[in-house]
């Protein structure tokens, strides 16, 4: 599997205060850390998957693309509201993984944009953190 790419993530501070560091390769994610969001999605995995119940606090959000993909835009709305997000990727890439800082007890929606081979697709999933 190749690296994910940790992109630079511009939050709301006041809700995240997320670092605002370069893209950087990053080592490979763990086997077995992503289900399936949607069937006809271009995104095939996160972690916190979709669905899923995780333990607090999330630290990163990890999104897995199938063909790979220029990842725009990431929105997560939780209990504090809604965190808004701004994706600097290098190019077209199958895995990213974005830095939060973490997540606590929840529930949350993240909406997505990307761009693929020219082509335009977004999508939304939710994961509880408890």
């Known amino acids: 599997?190749?690296?994910?790419?940790?992109c630079a993530v511009f939050a709301a501070a006041i809700l995240l205060g997320i670092p605002t560091s370069g893209c950087a390769e990053q080592p490979a994610l763990p086997t077995g850390a992503a289900a399936a969001p949607a069937k006809d999605s271009i995104l095939i995995g996160s972690n916190p998957a979709a669905g899923s119940t995780v333990s607090a606090p999330v630290d990163s959000l990890e999104l897995h693309f199938k063909p790979?993909?220029?990842l725009g835009e990431v929105t997560i709305k939780g209990p504090e509201g809604t965190m808004p997000t701004m994706v600097h990727a290098v190019g077209e890439v199958a895995d990213y993984s974005i830095p939060l800082s973490g997540l606590g007890p929840g529930s949350y929606t993240v909406s997505w944009k990307a761009t693929s081979g020219g082509r335009n697709h977004e999508g939304t999933f939710a994961f509880t953190v408890k």
């Open 68 to 70: 790979p993909a220029r």
């Open 1 to 6: 599997m190749k690296a994910p790419v940790r």
